[in-house]
């Protein structure tokens, strides 16, 4: 099942605020997707990335949008 992207207070998806952080489980760079041990994008960001963003902090999980899987 996929869980649709809410979008911000500002318009701008969860996902730009979350990828302006180094994904410090994956080592996924600022404006990357997090990664799979395999090299997939991953279906949702790692907790210890969106955390980051004070707003998502106690968000059970941030999905990545599919523009993102390239």
Known sequence: MTVPQQPSPTGRPDADYVEQHACPKCDA?????????????????????????PRLKKAPRVPTPADRAL
């Not at 760079?29 to 963003?53: E, I, K, L, N, W």
């Open 29 to 53: 760079q600022p404006g990357s997707p997090c990664r799979s041990r395999g090299g997939a994008v991953a279906s949702a960001y790692h907790t210890r990335r969106f955390t980051m963003v």
